[in-house]
């Protein structure tokens, strides 16, 4: 029977079975990713646990805020993460992850439920700094490895991928639903187990597979997108009839089966490619009466011409490589090849970026975070509270996929610069801020929507646009460093700015009150003004990111109105004649 040969990072496994080839193949491969992208996004139900942390623990909202900003500073500083997968195997990235995932949240979990004496801030700070930055393991190892398997697919696989992420929050609520009921403190436990289990899992799934064309990738792509949407759906359905009708425990668990059931569904298309895949490889691999010969080298050619001359030489093209590198960090190569790291980083294009992301992933992780507070202040109860964070979970998602799959439409068919995109999506952010910082009944629902999805296509564009901007061989570490910005917006608009102007505002009801400080145990803000004036800071900060995304959008069209994927394209079709030749190349060894 003929053999199929995977590649992984210099190692390779031979397939002779069909199961084989199932549990080794890329299409499988993007399955078992889907679902550590499930399990990723823990990090977006803050909101709903974050009111236990404050009041068993006595926090004002400046501490809490402070505690939100380690969580999103672990989320998105990835840069270790980035490093360790440039030289550790996949799965090795994917095992520190789980271990860093349970280890924080557990601590935090046993904190909470008082099982370990109430630690000090920095502790906390430091627990969920450790758990939230396990998100970024599981990200470089599973979302890098598909992007370099299906590169001329990147769009919609970071789309699909990130919006996996997004709807993680909307399941996670219907796991713990279904599990512990409505105490909250367990999700806690929930977002420490669950994701470090799925990732050990599929750790030895997860790598890089040599790759030819496919007939149909794009078709595969929009079933995944069907089932993704149905699942959003799904889970938007049952977020809002959870809010207007009781469900009963077993309803919470039938509702949970059937969006697991869901949730597995791309399981068989893998499959059923994977099985196609398969049926070719083997018609690539059967034998053939071809006989290659390798090339003889010219009588004339002496070891000396074949080999360096001498040892000096070798010397003195290192000691060039040496000396030409700090020149090559000002001497960039074209747009859309490799960018060394430095190179990058200290590029134009990067700096708008980096100053586009501080501005709206900055201002939507602090509207995100405040959102259990915002609704406090505005007078909703509790499972209200938890439904504008399921509404903006699920809505991320829709922001992920929407900007995967239609800026890649856009882009190949209008040639319209990505970034064009990635700047309407800071401007609806802003729209956001504004109905917030001036409610009315309701206006929360739609601020929910509108955040959800801004933040989730900001995202995936980010990251698709530096994997075409900068190219694809330091992408581990590239996209880590382009989220950077992420943490430091969040802790000057949320800890400097929100959750000062917050704590102003509750301390001006207290002096109205006739209490003070040191007489309630829990500084909270009633009311539409606790939250006016900051957010109102926030939208025209929103503002300033959309100016700076335009001018990146004026220097990279030239870029886009080209054909940014013909490399890859290329690539592929060396590697279809590579599996071609290779059978008659094994036949001329036996001969031989």
Known sequence: ?????????????SCRSFLCQVFLGRWFMMFASFLIMAGAGATYLFGVYSKDIKSTLGYDQSTLNLLSTFKDLGANVGILSGLIAEVTPTWFVLLVG???NFAGYALIWAAVTKRIPTPQVWHMCAYICIGANSQNFANTGSLVTCVKNFPESRGMMLGLMKGFVGLSGAI???????????????????????????SILFMFNIRIVKFSSHPNERKVFYEYLSISIAIAVLLMGLTIAQKNVTFSHIGYVISTVVVCFMVFLPLFIAIR???????????????????????ALPETASKSEIEPENSETKIEQKNQEVSSCCANICNKPKRGEDYSILQALLSIDMLLLFLATFCGQGCSLTAIDNLGQIGESLGYPHKTISTFVSLLSIWNYFG????GFVSEIIMLKYKIPRP???????????????????????????????LGFSYGAHLTLLFTIISELFGLKYYSTLFNCGQLASPLGLYILNVRIVGKLYDNEALKQLVAKGLTRSMVKELTCYGKQCFRLSF?????????????TMILVMRTRKFYKGDIYKKFRDEMAANEKEMALKPAQEMQKVKN
């Open 1 to 13: 029977m003929a053999s199929t040969t995977i590649n992984n990072g210099g190692s390779s496994f």
């Open 98 to 100: 789980s271990i860093m």
């Open 172 to 198: 996670f609520t219907q796991l713990y639903y279904s599990i512990y009921g409505n105490d909250s403190k367990d999700l806690i436990m929930l977002i420490a187990w669950l994701p470090a289990f799925i």
């Open 273 to 295: 490619e994977e099985y196609f895949t398969w049926k070719q490889r083997k018609e690539i691999t059967a034998p053939t009466s071809i006989i290659v010969e390798a090339p």
């Open 400 to 403: 992920r996929v929407f900007a």
């Open 420 to 450: 064009m995109i990635m700047a309407m999506a800071i401007l609806l952010s802003a729209v956001g801020d504004i109905l917030i910082a001036f409610p009315w009944p309701g206006s929360v629902y739609l601020a929910s929507l509108l």
């Open 536 to 548: 109102s800071i926030l939208a025209a900060t929103n503002f300033a990111g959309f100016l700076l």
